[in-house]
T-cell receptor
C-alpha cells in the first residue's frame, strides 16, 4: 500500500461546480496533514492545513478522519484559477514528509 | 513577504560531473529540506536538516548526495557524480519551529537539473 494515495484524476469541471478530492495514508502514527497546490512546473504552495475538527478557508474545506486514515478537500464555486494539481501531504514521525502523487483539476469556462 | 530563493533556476551538466544547488531559506527558519520531482512524477523527500546536521533522510539520499549550511544564510545540496536519472526539479523548503509538526514548509521556486 502506498504511504499516501490520491486519485490522480483528472477532474474536469465547469466553473461554479463543487469538487471533492480524497486522500488516504497508511501510517497511523502520522502527525500532521496539509493540502498544497502545484501549478505546472512550479513549486508546491500551501493551500491549507488539515485539522481533526475540520477547517474552512473561503471556498475550501478540509476534513481529517484519523480512524479511517482519510483526508478530504472540498472546493466550492470552482474558478478557472483553481486549475492545478492538488497535493496531499502527510508528516510522519521524525518530520519525514510524504507527498501524494496529486490530483489534477481542470476548471472549464 | 519573506520567501525561499534558489539558484540557479536551471543547471545543465554532463554525467559524472559534480553540481551544487543553492538555497537561501527564510531568515528565521530553523528546519531546512531538499526534495526532488522527476518530470511527471510526485515530489519526493530527500533530506531534512536542523541544528547543522541531518535529522532525516530518504533512501534516495545516498552517498552521492550531501548537504551543507556553509554560512548563516545558504543551504546547499551537492551531487558528487551526476547520473542521467538525477535529472529532476530540486526544491528547497524551510520552516520555523513555532508549532512543531504543524508548521508549514515554504518551498523555493526550484532548480531544474538536466544531466546529459
Amino acid at each position: 500500500r502506498k504511504e499516501v494515495e490520491q486519485d490522480p484524476g483528472p477532474f474536469n469541471v465547469p466553473e461554479g461546480a463543487t469538487v471533492a478530492f480524497n486522500c488516504t495514508y497508511s501510517n497511523s502514527a502520522s502527525q500532521s496533514f496539509f493540502w498544497y497546490r502545484q501549478d505546472c512546473r512550479k513549486e508546491p504552495k500551501l493551500l491549507m492545513s488539515v485539522y481533526s475538527s475540520g477547517n474552512e478557508d473561503g471556498r475550501f474545506t478540509a476534513q481529517l478522519n484519523r480512524a479511517s486514515q482519510y483526508i478530504s478537500l472540498l472546493i466550492r464555486d470552482s474558478k478557472l484559477s483553481d486549475s492545478a494539481t492538488y497535493l496531499c501531504v502527510v508528516i510522519n514521525p521524525g518530520f519525514k514528509t510524504i507527498f501524494g502523487a496529486g490530483t489534477r483539476l481542470f476548471v472549464k469556462a | 513577504e519573506p520567501e525561499v530563493t534558489q539558484t540557479p533556476s536551471h543547471q545543465v551538466t554532463q554525467m559524472g560531473q559534480e553540481v551544487i544547488l543553492r538555497c537561501v531559506p527564510i531568515s528565521n527558519h530553523l528546519y531546512f529540506y531538499w526534495y526532488r520531482q522527476i518530470l511527471g512524477q510526485k515530489v519526493e523527500f530527500l533530506v531534512s536538516f536542523y541544528n547543522n546536521e541531518i535529522s532525516e533522510k530518504s533512501e534516495i539520499f545516498d552517498d552521492q548526495f550531501s548537504v551543507e549550511r556553509p554560512d548563516g544564510s545558504n543551504f546547499t545540496l551537492k551531487i558528487r557524480s551526476t547520473k542521467l536519472e538525477d535529472s529532476a526539479m530540486y526544491f528547497c523548503a524551510s520552516r520555523d519551529d513555532q508549532q512543531g509538526h504543524l508548521d508549514t514548509q515554504y518551498f523555493g521556486p526550484g532548480t531544474r537539473l538536466t544531466v546529459l
